[in-house]
């Protein structure tokens, strides 16, 4: 049986972390930034953990991270 193929677009964007939760960077920061407010793009730093809900989602598409 073949091995199973990591989704590259998903192995760009999601890291998995020691404790088994997965980071992930924020949407809505890379373009048009002049209409948002200061407030709003400095809430929009740093990574995030994904949802509980959105983990069987993210364990398929990372078949070996060992979610």
Do not use: D
Not at 20 to 28: E, I, L, S
Request: net charge positive.
């Amino acid at each position: 049986m073949p091995k199973m193929k990591t989704k590259s677009g998903a192995k760009k964007r999601f890291r998995v972390r020691p404790g088994g939760t997965v980071k992930r960077g924020q949407a809505y920061k890379r373009h048009i930034l002049t209409k948002k407010t200061t407030k709003n793009k400095r809430q929009l730093r740093g990574a995030v953990n994904v949802h509980e809900t959105n983990m069987g989602h993210i364990a398929s598409m990372l078949p070996y991270a060992g979610l």
